[in-house]
């Protein structure tokens, strides 16, 4: 929790077990992965496992964006 700046879960239930494990002072940021995609914020990543095998390409592409919109507002324009 001290090495990292920004720690990402993927839905609440592990946004909460972060929390609750996260040391007092500590200098990373606990968000959800989609508070960083515009629109999206306070949403937890679907788990595609129990549904249809299409569930697992909307996953990868939602954490893609959310990841790609953390870099750009961190590090600036990220390269396509």
């Not at 609440?12 to 040391?23: G, R, T, V």
């Not at 549904?51 to 961190?74: I, K, M, S």
Request: negative net charge; contains cysteine.
């Amino acid at each position: 929790f001290n090495r990292f700046d920004h720690i990402l879960a993927l839905d609440h239930s592990h946004f909460s077990y972060l929390k609750n494990l996260q040391p007092e002072g500590s200098r990373a940021s606990i968000s959800l992965m989609l508070d960083h995609l515009p629109g999206r914020q306070g949403e937890g990543v679907e788990d595609p496992y129990y549904g249809p095998d299409e569930g697992f390409n909307n996953t990868w592409q939602e954490v893609e964006a959310a990841c790609r919109h953390l870099a750009e507002n961190e590090l600036g324009p990220v390269l396509a």
